[in-house]
């Protein structure tokens, strides 16, 4: 089972990626990752990125496209991959498509986590966590049982990240809205899309998610 998870940052695909990494063996991909362990292995796509990075450039879709096939050929995605922070463009989309032809590969579904972006923004600017244990709180919708203390470590020691800002966020979305959102059309053409409610507990998002790959399976 291959797949793409996409939605504006915050939409929560990370926390459903790591489920399905766990429960049904699949392997997370991300662009991050593996340009540093690419660059770590010092293999020649990743000895390309290394040099790009160190004279402060961006890496280029050549370099990524590269790292990915290398990455697509190792044995453990024998059980599935989860795509996370690629494809961002429809330039990438097209790239991954032949890539995935070429190995005999096909992508099986791109899910979308739809969200409420008013809400959104609520949910991640009222986040915070203990500066210790790293248990997260919300300024609405969890916060310590007793005021300036974590219900886990009994620490009064707090942090929010910089980033978890208004400003920051309606910026990353209108990113999201602007390159990845585009890339769906070319996904839909293919009748391989399917759209989860991000704005439901984590558990009914696990759900459905879930309801869509057992169908899958069973067809």
């Known amino acids: ?108 579904h791109v899910i979308e986590l739809e969200v409420d972006e008013e809400a959104l923004v609520e949910r991640i600017t009222g986040r915070f966590s203990c500066a210790s244990c790293g248990e997260g709180y919300h300024d609405i919708f969890k916060q310590p049982r007793v005021e300036g203390v974590c219900d886990v470590c009994g620490s009064t020691a707090f942090k929010r990240r910089p980033d978890d800002n208004a400003e920051t966020v309606r910026a990353r979305m209108e990113e999201y809205h602007a390159k990845t959102a585009p890339i769906l059309p070319h996904y839909e053409a293919l009748g391989i899309v399917a759209r989860v409610d991000g704005m439901a507990d984590m558990e009914s998002v696990a759900a459905s998610i879930d309801k869509l790959l057992d169908a899958e399976a069973a067809g």
């Open 1 to 108: 089972m291959n797949l793409i998870l996409l939605g504006p940052p915050g939409a929560g695909k990370g926390t459903q990626a790591s489920r399905l990494v766990k429960e049904r063996g699949l392997v997370q991909l991300s662009t991050g990752d593996m340009l540093r362990a690419a660059v770590a292995a010092q293999t020649p796509v990743g000895q390309k990125a290394k040099a790009v990075m160190e004279s402060g450039g961006l890496v280029s879709d050549d370099i990524v496209n590269g790292i990915l096939s290398e990455r697509l050929d190792s044995p453990d995605i024998a059980n599935g991959f989860i795509l996370d922070g690629y494809p961002r463009t429809a330039v990438q989309a097209d790239a991954l498509g032949e890539m995935l032809a070429a190995k005999g590969l096909t992508l099986d």
